[in-house]
Nanobody
Framework: VQLVESGGGLVPAGGSLRLSCAAS????????MAWYRQAPGNKRELVAR???????DVADSVKSRFTISRDNATNTVYLQMNSLKPEDTAVYYC????????WGRGTQVTVSS
């Protein structure tokens, strides 16, 4: 299984980015699709998750700013990030869970103040 993230970059505070995660097989074959992030010196943390057939949810720290969505036709998961803050700066990873967990290589998001 391959997960390929894209869409990261440098953005000023208050700006927006949309991250994409292209999976090499059907999203419905996974129990959950999710986005995590890891800032330097910090542990990897869950940002948003989308259970297959379930209700998507986001972390409290990004609630009302980030939205996770999925396109089952193209096997792609998105993370729409609005009103970005410098503390959102991190490497963002796509995650897919079935019997095992799969990870992408990550995409860097940098928010300047």
């Amino acid at each position: 299984v391959q997960l390929v993230e894209s869409g990261g970059g440098l953005v000023p505070a208050g700006g927006s980015l949309r991250l994409s995660c292209a999976a090499s097989r059907s999203l419905s074959s996974f129990n959950v699709m999710a986005w995590y992030r890891q800032a330097p010196g910090n542990k990897r943390e869950l940002v948003a998750r989308s259970p297959t057939g379930g209700v998507a949810d986001v972390a409290d720290s990004v609630k009302s700013r980030f939205t996770i969505s999925r396109d089952n036709a193209t096997n792609t998961v998105y993370l729409q990030m609005n009103s970005l803050k410098p503390e959102d700066t991190a490497v963002y990873y796509c995650n897919a869970e079935s019997i095992v967990a799969y990870w992408g290589r990550g995409t860097q998001v940098t928010v300047s103040s």
